[in-house]
């Protein structure tokens, strides 16, 4: 299994990213995919989760409204649409598959005026 992040970055309050998660080496479209993230000096936190064919999407209420969670099945690549960013989103986020154990590297994203 190989899950690799991208898209993060430094945004001002208010701004928008787009997180892209690619994997490779298993049958993507079979697996529910979950974004998590880790602030500074925090526990990993669940943000949202999305069903194997894209129907169902699940969030973590701090984020409910603000971020859209989307799978290109074809592509196999998970994003995480992330718009109206708050400081407390300040995180590295990690993509996973969480029924094969396996997580990305990460990517950072640090919301700042």
């Known amino acids: 299994v190989h899950l690799e992040e991208s898209g993060g970055g430094l945004v001002q309050p208010g701004g928008s990213l787009r997180l892209s998660c690619v994997a490779s080496?298993?049958?993507?479209?079979?697996?529910?995919m979950t974004w998590v993230r880790q602030a500074p000096g925090q526990e990993l936190e669940w943000v949202s989760d999305i069903s194997g064919d894209g129907r169902k999407t699940y969030y973590t209420d701090s984020v409910k409204g603000r971020f859209t969670v989307s799978r290109d099945n074809a592509k196999k690549t998970l994003y995480l649409q992330m718009n109206d960013l708050k400081s407390e989103d300040t995180a590295v986020y990690y993509c996973?598959?969480?029924?094969?154990?396996?997580r990305g590297q990460g990517t950072q994203v640090t919301v700042s005026s």
């Open positions: 080496r298993f049958i993507f479209e079979n697996y529910l």
């Open positions: 996973k598959v969480s029924a094969l154990s396996a």
